[in-house]
């Protein structure tokens, strides 16, 4: 799937939907001379993502015929909904991540309607009443819909004096998501690991590339700094096609349209340490021999499996490392190991893992995290 781009020459009412009276527009516009990203068409509306000010971003629909310069063919929307019954009382977001503003809420046990096959980043697009005549489609956070994530598993190992945790899932069950430094994963709901480095403080931001379908998880746009579209430490990618599982040691951006790209630090397993430890040491802003708690992304490319995987004992990078290295069965040669291949993460008060097995939540707000379907 390409990125489609258009051209909003005159500023133009946008809405929360794809009708002008059904659907509120609460102000909102596009342009003028806005580049806009189009997300989707539906009927005679496309679906688009848009600078909201300078920082801001919004989605939501605009007719078509105020669009031009589209760059290719855009995906299309049926509009075709599933009811459901929210799980728990939810914020709705103007697109698909918690970055976005906040659009509106909606009550635990309220009925609404899930747009099928519009999920990103971990959030749902639903449609739900603001008033007996009036509708909003919005993102939520797609636990509160009470959806589950089964297709994993779970395990436990004491490795090199570490208690690990580790979750299991296949490649095609992950997507990364954005909490914004807004949640817990615990208040948020979702099944898997923290993961990006962030500032606990100022702008939110992640260090790490984290990107969906081709679109940074912290805004769509790739014009935001470390929103999901740079490695600022560490150069390593872990990325899903849809088919194949793949690694790279040596990228610092991101501009490939994949299912997933995640990125982080090269623990270059199958080396000495002795060789590699200055290395790995010099991408991890000062926090390489800090004693603390860590969490881990690995994954056998050839059974594309991912292993989200934390340390509940406190210990340094390489003391972490080895405890992942024993865990895997690997033999240090001297040689990058091409196939079983790990990234250290984010850690310390950040470390998070949560599944229907086990829970360990610091009680930390994080902002990009690895999660299950």
């Known amino acids: 799937m390409s990125i489609v781009t258009g051209y909003v020459a005159n500023s133009t009412t946008v809405y929360f939907g794809p009708s002008s ?32 000010g300078t920082s801001n971003r919004k989605c939501m629909y605009i007719p078509t015929s105020a669009v031009s310069l589209v760059s290719d063919t855009p995906p299309t929307c049926s509009g075709q909904t599933t009811s459901a019954v929210m799980a728990s009382a939810a914020t709705t977001y103007w697109g698909p991540g918690a970055a976005y503003p906040v659009a509106g809420s909606v009550n635990y046990n309220e009925a609404v309607d899930i747009i099928n096959g519009q999920d990103q980043n971990g959030f749902s697009l639903i449609e ?16 509160k819909l009470g959806i589950v994530p089964t297709n994993y598993n779970y395990y436990t190992a004491t490795k090199n004096g570490c208690s690990l945790k580790i979750l299991c899932a296949d490649a095609a069950n992950i997507v990364l998501t954005n909490l914004n430094r807004a949640y817990t994963m615990t208040q948020a709901g ?24 081709g679109f940074p998880v912290l805004f769509a746009a790739r014009n935001l700094t470390n929103n999901g579209s740079v490695n600022a430490m560490g150069y390593a990618c872990l990325y899903w096609d849809g088919s194949t599982l793949s690694f790279s040691r040596n990228t610092s951006s991101w501009n490939q349209e994949k299912v ?62 080895k405890a992942i290295t024993e ?24 470390t998070t893992m949560i599944c229907s097995s086990y829970s360990y939540d610091q009680g930390r707000s994080l902002v990009q995290c690895m999660v299950l379907k």
Not at 191 to 209: H, M, R, S
Not at 303 to 314: E, G, L, N, R
């Open 327 to 350: 865990y895997f069965n690997i033999t240090e040669t001297g040689s990058l190991d091409n196939n079983t291949v790990a990234m250290v993460m984010d850690g310390g008060g950040s």
């Open 190 to 213: 979702y099944y898997g690991v923290n993961a990006g480095f962030f500032n606990l403080t100022g702008t939110v931001d992640t260090k790490q590339i984290a990107d969906n379908n």
């Open 21 to 52: 009276t059904l659907y509120p527009s609460q102000s909102s516009s596009a342009g003028p001379n806005d580049t806009v990203i189009i997300k989707w068409q539906e009927g005679n509306w496309y679906y688009i993502d848009y600078p909201a």
């Open 128 to 143: 739900y009443s603001i008033s007996s005549t009036q509708k909003k489609r919005a993102w939520v956070m797609t636990p």
């Open 260 to 321: 997933w790209a995640q990125g982080g630090i090269d623990l270059q397993l199958g080396c000495f340490i002795s060789n590699v430890s200055s290395t790995i040491s010099g991408q991890m802003a000062g926090t390489y021999s800090d004693v603390t708690k860590r969490t881990a992304i690995c994954a056998d490319l050839s059974a594309k499996k991912v292993y989200m995987i934390i340390s509940t004992t406190s210990c340094n990078t390489s003391t972490f490392r």
